[in-house]
């Protein structure tokens, strides 16, 4: 327990990539989840998929969804994400891909273009979620 009263918990998943660096790919706390923002990354190989925005975007929504899987949670409770762009251009492919996964009632959302992505990425994609059942503190 850390002061204040606030819980916290590492979020792990053997189907979603690896961190790149020194973070977690999520962190469960008081009622929520917050995913690390989420590139194309193939969770098999550790490189980006082959391909343009929409391949990349594609992937990076699938990783999402897999780590809310592993925090307990699914895309349905996502309150706001925030996309990141390589490319502002290319916010009309990658909403294409992000309204196959976000269907109704769609989360907040930030989308800004960014001077780079790690590992050269073209989108990146991070989370805040409520987990179903813990109250929110």
């Known amino acids: 327990m850390n002061p204040g009263n606030t819980s916290k918990s590492i979020v792990t998943s053997?189907?979603?990539?690896?961190a790149i660096g020194p973070y977690s790919i999520a962190?469960?706390?008081?009622?929520?989840v917050f995913v690390s923002g989420q590139l194309g990354i193939d969770p098999t190989t550790g490189n980006l998929v082959e391909g343009d925005v929409q391949a990349q975007a594609w992937?990076?929504?699938?990783?999402?969804?897999?780590?809310?899987?592993?925090a307990g949670t699914s895309l349905?409770?996502?309150?706001k994400t925030t996309v990141f762009l390589s490319d502002i251009h290319d916010f009309a492919l990658v909403n294409k891909m992000y309204a196959g996964f976000f269907t109704a009632e769609f989360p907040a959302r930030s989308a800004v273009q960014v001077a780079a992505l790690p590992k050269g990425g073209l989108v990146e994609v991070e989370a805040i979620a409520v987990i179903p059942g813990q109250p929110l503190a």
């Open 59 to 70: 992937q990076a929504l699938t990783n999402l969804k897999t780590v809310l899987e592993a």
């Open 76 to 79: 349905e409770n996502v309150v």
């Open 27 to 32: 962190v469960k706390a008081n009622g929520l």
């Open 14 to 18: 053997e189907k979603a990539p690896a």
